[in-house]
């Protein structure tokens, strides 16, 4: 769903329907999103910016995944 705002293109609704399984968000989206979902991972925390959201039950679940690719690149080249 591309949107340039997430209040106004309903796309809060969409994630909070029940037929919703999961999506990846992407700039501009990812700091603005995490203050209307139910669960920040610790790495979303802690980076202040999600990239992944999951719905278990009725809850969603924030993540940001990004700084696994960034890790692995490091770790591979420094071995």
Sequence with gaps: MD?????IDGVLSVLRQSTFGGASITIPHKQE?????DV??????????VNTVIRRGST???????WLGIR????????
Excluded: Y
């Design 60 to 66: 969603l679940i924030s993540d940001n995944t990004d």
């Design 72 to 79: 692995n690149c490091l770790v591979t080249r420094l071995k």
């Design 33 to 37: 999103i995490a203050e209307c979902l």
């Design 3 to 7: 949107t340039a705002s997430l209040k």
């Design 40 to 49: 920040l991972t610790p790495s979303a925390l802690a980076i202040g910016a």
